[in-house]
């Protein structure tokens, strides 16, 4: 009775049995993954959290200030959107875009984007306009947060 409390090592296992022994250990670890409640979606983040991945390589902040400049001011909120003060849909948005693309000069589009707004409202904005405006650093788009919007330079008029 001396191999009494003798196992097997991997090394003198046949490949049918390493696998069995893979088999079996596996088999628990999928049934306890697939009885798992499924998780919760994840909650749409909010601007405040994380500027939506932070603010895109657009224009450099302070560019509508320029003599002779033009802008129009785009706001994000959490359950709609201005354009120059007014109200407007995703609709008129992409209708407005639409229209600044072909003005020569082409006005700067400010992008104010406000602390709870919805990040994937946020970045279907950015989205739109930089299909529409071809934004990058050379165009003339441009994003702020409230705060950043509140301390940006007067006009020089």
């Given at each position: 009775m001396e191999n009494a409390g003798w196992r097997p090592s991997i090394e003198t296992m046949?490949?049918?049995?390493?696998?069995?022994c893979l088999f079996a250990a596996l088999v628990p670890l999928a049934l306890m993954a697939c009885r798992r409640p499924p998780a919760e979606p994840?909650?749409?983040s909010i601007y405040a959290e994380t500027m939506c991945g932070g603010q895109p390589r657009w224009g450099k902040q302070g560019i509508e200030n320029g003599e002779l400049v033009t802008f129009n001011e785009l706001v994000v909120g959490p359950s709609s959107m201005l354009w120059n003060a007014s109200t407007i849909d995703w609709?008129?948005?992409?209708d407005y875009l639409k229209q600044t693309k072909v003005l020569s000069p082409q006005p700067?589009?400010?992008?104010i984007v406000k602390d709870r707004a919805n990040c994937d409202d946020v970045w279907a904005v950015r989205h739109m306009m930089e299909s529409q405006l071809r934004c990058s650093v050379e165009k003339r788009c441009v994003e702020y947060s409230p705060g950043?919007?509140?301390l940006r330079?007067?006009?020089?008029?």
């Open positions: 046949s490949i049918d049995s390493r696998i069995a994840p909650k749409p609709t008129t948005l992409e700067v589009t400010v992008l950043q919007w509140a330079p007067p006009r020089p008029y």
